[in-house]
Every structure is written in C-alpha cells, then in structure tokens.
C-alpha cells in the first residue's frame, strides 16, 4: 500500500513529469535495476519484512500472546498476555506476561500493566501512568498521567486516580473512590467506597 500512497504524491505534486519519473520507479523500478521494494513493508507478528532484513517495526509480539484486540505498532504484548476483542493497546504500552486487558480497556502510549495485572472493561490509563503486578482494576476506572498504582493491590470500579496519585502495595480502593493528584494511600490502606483522597491527608494502613 506504501508505493501506491507515495506514488500519488509524487504524481499530484509540482512539476508533473517528475512526478510521473518517480511513479515509475515505484511501479517499475529504474532501468536494469529490480523494483524499488515499499520501506516498511507488512510484516505483522514479526513475519520477513525487506528480504534478507528482520522488520524493526512494530516489534514482534511473542507467539504465545492472545492478541484479539487492537494492538497499535509499538506496543509491546509480552508472552501469556491477553488482550481482548475491543480493547485498544497504543504504540508504546507495556502489557507484561499473563497480564489481562478486558474489554472495551484502552492502554495510552507510555502506560505499563506490569505481569499478572487485570485490567477491567472499560478502564483507561493515561499516559504515564503504571499498574504494579497482580494487581486488579476494577471496570471503567480511569489512571491519569503520572499515577502509580503498586502490586497486588486492588481498585474497584468507576474510580479516578488524577494525575501523579501513588497506590501502597496490597492496598484496597472501593468503588466510586476519587483521588485528586498528589494523593496516595500507604501500603496496605482500606479506602471505602465513595471516598474522596486529596493530597493534603493520605489513607493510611487499616480502613480510612
């Protein structure tokens, strides 16, 4: 598909006898000399790209990952992960091994689900941000830029953890909860649901 596009660039341009020059090249190749071959040819799942040299993009995602949803060029799906049908995973996300993205989930660019992690229908995580492992996100709830969300912790539904938030380690967020940026909760904190955190009082270990 590449040539065809630049090809009709090159014929659309100023100047349109070059441009016919150039369409020839891409169709034809010069005179004596093989067609020029397309500089990112399809080469999805790591399969041959230019012959005689391994595709540099997007990078091969292992065999063993259950890729069904939308995986964007760049990102990186690492072995046992599962993406569902529906959910988005940008170009520069991390999805680590045995991670699970749910339904309807979007993954930004420099977002990362560590391995073993759960990431509910629906949820989004911003840019940034990072869900430690084994640690489960509760449906629609939404990571901004910049927040930290530790292992083996636990996030309902419908939660929003603004910008910059830190999640302890084994902590539990019901759902509903709201953390306004700078908030964080201590390893180990019960938050109820509902909740408000703002940065100005933490949630401690034990119920807050």
Do not use: Y
């Not at 060029?73 to 992960?81: E, F, L, Q, S």
């Not at 996300?93 to 979007?106: D, I, P, Q, S, T």
Request: proline share 11%; charged share 10%.
């Amino acid at each position: 598909q590449r040539p065809q596009v630049c090809a009709a660039r090159a014929q659309g341009g100023a100047g349109g006898g070059g441009g016919g020059m150039w369409q020839g090249m891409w169709s034809q190749g010069i005179p004596g000399m093989p067609p020029i071959p397309p500089l990112w040819p399809p080469a999805p799942h790591g399969q041959q790209g230019i012959p005689g040299i391994p595709p540099m993009w997007p990078p091969p995602h292992p065999p063993q990952a259950n890729l069904r949803g939308a995986i964007h060029p760049g990102a990186m799906v690492m072995r046992g992960a599962t993406v569902e049908p529906g959910a988005d995973v940008h170009g520069g996300a991390f999805v680590g091994e045995g991670a699970v993205v749910r339904r309807g989930a979007r993954i930004h660019g420099g977002a990362r689900v560590e391995a073993g992690a759960d990431i509910g229908e629906g949820c989004v995580l911003h840019g940034g941000s990072s869900v430690g492992s084994r640690t489960r996100i509760g449906a629609r709830t939404q990571v901004c830029g910049g927040s930290q969300v530790g292992p083996q912790a636990d996030v309902g539904a419908d939660c929003v953890l603004h910008g910059g938030c830190m999640v302890g380690a084994g902590s539990k967020l019901g759902d509903g909860v709201t953390m306004h940026g700078g908030s964080h909760t201590s390893p180990g904190a019960h938050v109820a649901p509902g909740a408000v955190v703002s940065p100005w009082h933490g949630a401690f270990a034990g119920v807050w």
